[in-house]
């Protein structure tokens, strides 16, 4: 939960976010001086950690959104846990916090036992690979306040996991960053949980309701692609943590893209970062610029275009974490530095974006 | 999350909360030994117990099902962050867990400021009765995935609650239960968050689809009667447990009823209960019944009938808690008490109820 930058180009969207959040904060003297005790390091970063004993922990929740479409548009269930546990687990490693556990709500219209058991037992595989247990579940029949693609069980599915700051190191906030920091940028095969709109609106103008079916790549179909499932980052980030690696910051790139949530990480210090050699950019996203075609800026604030996580480190530890980052089978580069100036400015080929002031 | 008993009678809900509790059991293993290691006591209570550093803590999530559209009827939001926060904190509480933070969800389809700014105020006010700070919200436009009752905004809403277990304190998983204990009846004065299915069954069928325009009485409509937020119990137990009341068992009167709810808590030492002097059943259930006409056992498995919140005590204590229920606001009474034949056992006037072997 975030304060959204004040502006006059507040969308609705974000005026609700606002408004909910103030209602929040206004909760938090409820815990002052006693367990529960929100950590409010500064206005704009998560309110989610709180102190209980001598403890940090931090609580997080987020759904997958309309990625559920593509599941039921391919009748492939079972890799959605990993998009889900993605979504929270890796929002907490970039606090510096050590994902421990997780309970999830699926909302359904009607229940099919099947459908249930392939989600649940991708929940399990991505939980087992995040390296948290899953400890709250509910299944809530909802009838018609669901909806969904074509016949059959249709469903939501959010999430909140639970986490602690591992004793004796500051959560990360950004403002340990420094300029001159090497970023590191982990690759993201394809799309996580956010950007669906902006696909379905390319590929359904493109190929027309039944998109999913549209050939992608070798045998492939749209759907397949957009159904990639979310590479999960925590595990490489904690014991990174938890061995000594030096880390300054972390930035998971979910909605808004890097530009937002790099742009987050940089904010506390007013640095600026240059991108000069990010991960490429995976054949989904190419290819859907090209079939919008989407503008580059507005695609590199929707989607992650092929780096899901950035961390922030000191130079000369950078190419030993992209080495520790590749042998956990998650492929890295050093793609870029901090700088003084403010702003984040993107150079690929001969393009050059630049976001921020 | 709970594993269902077994049994032949199972419904397709039953199977496939069997289904997620099986899997997420075998993600126990993650934290054997680490911090976020589940708590499982034994088989059938909640697995949401974890044990974090020195602490134990519960996580719990769950949601307010279709209690929503009873405010899309009548137009009213404000109350419904009180059966949100309800559902989750006094679910800890009954687990003799402090409720410290919460989380929440909102699923929309569409946006209306005014709407979400009711929620959220609602969600703040109950949050400050609970005693817990919100730390985390998620809206998600999730567009035609959602519907419900007539024009403007629908939407979903779940929650996750934090706590923690005082230290020093056993959980509260029925083990304490002893036959002669008293059975303290924490009043309810209308539907929780369960049981909606069935009311608009019987005032659809009565009243036709406006049935929310129907008088109730003194001037309410049928809407207006079943919306009644819900009564928070929590910060009562919880102070009650700090000033060293022995409670030896508490149970949270939600779907299932007093048979279900109760009966948990009955189940570790297998004893019985006799009610015999339940609180008087509410004008609002006492009509829907008379309505239907819904068969008694099915209207005390579904709705609370009046009871919120079993308190389990030695008898001894058991007047002095109605006085400390009474002057926080909650009436309360000595309702019947623990006796060592197992079963239910309900009696109101002529008519007797009975409930397990």
């Known amino acids: 939960?975030?304060?959204?930058?004040?502006?006059?180009?507040?969308?609705?969207?974000?005026?609700?976010?606002?408004?909910?959040f103030g209602w929040a904060l206004r909760t938090f003297r409820n815990r002052a001086g006693r367990d529960g005790e929100p950590l409010?390091?500064?206005?704009?970063?998560?309110?989610?950690?709180?102190?209980?004993g001598d403890a940090t922990l931090a609580l997080t929740s987020d759904g997958i959104g309309t990625k559920v479409e593509v599941a039921e548009r391919t009748g492939t269930y079972h890799t959605l846990g990993w998009d889900l546990v993605a979504m929270v687990v890796d929002d907490l490693v970039a606090l510096g916090v050590?994902?421990?556990n997780?309970?999830?709500i699926l909302d359904v219209d009607t229940l099919d036992l099947g459908v249930v058991d392939a989600l649940m037992r991708g929940l399990h595989d991505a939980a087992i690979a995040a390296r948290v247990a899953v400890v709250g579940g509910e299944i809530a029949e909802l009838g018609t306040r669901i909806g969904?693609?074509?016949?059959?069980?249709h469903f939501n599915w959010c999430a909140t996991a639970l986490g602690i700051l591992p004793s004796g190191q500051p959560?990360?906030?950004?403002?340990?960053v420094r300029p001159g920091d090497a970023l590191v940028a982990l690759e993201s095969p394809g799309l996580r949980s956010n950007g669906f709109s902006l696909a379905r609106r390319v590929l359904s103008a493109r190929h027309g309701e039944d998109w999913h079916l549209a050939p992608f790549e070798d045998g492939a179909s749209w759907g397949e692609a957009l159904l990639v499932p979310?590479?999960?980052?925590?595990p490489l980030v904690v014991d990174a943590l938890t061995e000594g690696v030096p880390l300054h910051g972390v930035a998971h790139i979910t909605g808004g893209g890097l530009p937002d949530k790099l742009g987050r990480v940089l904010k506390p210090n007013r640095l600026g970062a240059l991108l000069d050699d990010l991960p490429p950019v995976p054949p989904v996203f190419a290819r859907l610029v090209e079939l919008g075609p989407v503008p580059s800026r507005q695609a590199w604030h929707l989607w992650n275009m092929g780096t899901g996580m950035v961390l922030v480190v000191p130079p000369d530890h950078a190419s030993a974490l992209c080495e520790r980052a590749a042998a956990a089978g998650c492929p890295a580069r050093v793609a870029g530095r901090i700088r003084e100036s403010s702003g984040i400015e993107i150079q690929r080929d001969s393009e050059v974006l630049t976001y921020g002031d």
């Open 148 to 153: 969904g693609w074509g016949p059959g069980m």
């Open 230 to 234: 979310s590479r999960i980052y925590a």
């Open 98 to 100: 050590e994902p421990t």
């Open 102 to 104: 997780l309970t999830n």
């Open 40 to 52: 409010l390091r500064q206005e704009g970063t998560f309110a989610s950690l709180v102190l209980v």
């Open 171 to 176: 959560p990360l906030d950004g403002r340990a």
């Open 1 to 20: 939960m975030t304060r959204p930058a004040s502006g006059l180009d507040l969308s609705l969207g974000d005026l609700c976010s606002a408004t909910a």
